[in-house]
């Protein structure tokens, strides 16, 4: 079956300009998490949305960057006023639920890099 | 907070020998754990999890883990590696909400 689906798999722009990176999880899964990628960093968790509850915001590096998942399946992730250190790929995760005892299945991230 | 620790950031191995990568947690309660692969340009993959029960575990590709509560790793095996092995592995522990956290990766490169 169709696994989790990123758009653009590439994003080059200009420092100030505002981006926004698309996921299309699983079909049927209520879990989804977005994640950062960077040379500095490692891995990082940024957000995370579980059905209809409030995501949890708890990874977000600044109020630049926001999410959203609309109709509990397709998720956004914005970055506004970009700046050079928002240069990563971003990963996003969907998962069957939250339950613990799930993987999570990645999709394969949008490499962003900033001028 | 729960972490994870991968010390080799490099390692390289001969085609066909053996393999282990090591990793080590800090998690307050019984850890689900897992292992990832990721060749460039791409996603991760996951290769095996651990939940609870047998504590050595088998995944895709011929790899094994195996978990030791009492030196808190669950560090990631092969007995006979092949070229298309070479990527970066990490593993990762599974906290509230599932949120993964991440060891900084092993990059595997595999000698002919």
């Known amino acids: 079956g169709a696994g989790v689906s990123q758009s653009p798999s590439n994003k080059v722009t200009e420092k100030g300009k505002d981006v926004e990176l698309r996921c299309d999880p699983i079909?049927?899964?209520?879990?989804l998490y977005w994640y950062r990628q960077s040379l500095g960093q490692g891995l990082e968790f940024l957000i995370y949305?579980?059905?209809?509850?409030?995501?949890?915001k708890s990874g977000l590096p600044s109020d630049r960057f926001s999410a959203e998942r609309t109709g509990g399946s397709v998720s956004t992730l914005t970055i506004q006023r970009t700046q050079q250190e928002d240069s990563a790929v971003y990963l996003c995760?969907?998962?069957?639920?939250?339950?613990?005892?799930?993987?999570?299945?990645f999709g394969d991230g949008t490499r962003l890099s900033i001028l | 907070a729960q972490s994870v620790t991968q010390p080799d950031i490099h390692i390289t191995v001969s085609e066909g020998a053996s393999l282990e990568l090591r990793c080590n947690y800090s998690?307050?309660?019984?850890?689900?754990l897992f292992w990832y692969v990721q060749s460039p340009g791409q996603g991760l993959q996951l290769l095996l999890k651990?939940?609870?029960?047998?504590?050595l575990v088998q995944g895709i590709k011929g790899f094994e883990a195996e978990f030791k509560r009492s030196q808190s790793s669950f560090n990631l095996r092969k007995p006979s590696v092949h070229w298309s092995d070479a990527a970066e592995y990490f593993c990762?522990?599974?906290?509230?909400?599932?949120?993964?956290?991440f060891g900084g990766g092993t990059r595997l490169m595999v000698k002919p």
């Open positions: 651990y939940f609870s029960g047998d504590t």
């Open positions: 995760a969907s998962m069957a639920d939250a339950v613990r005892n799930q993987p999570q299945h």
């Open positions: 998690y307050g309660a019984t850890p689900y």
């Open positions: 990762a522990v599974g906290g509230a909400g599932n949120m993964l956290t």
């Open positions: 949305f579980q059905g209809n509850s409030a995501p949890d």
């Open positions: 079909s049927g899964h209520t879990a």
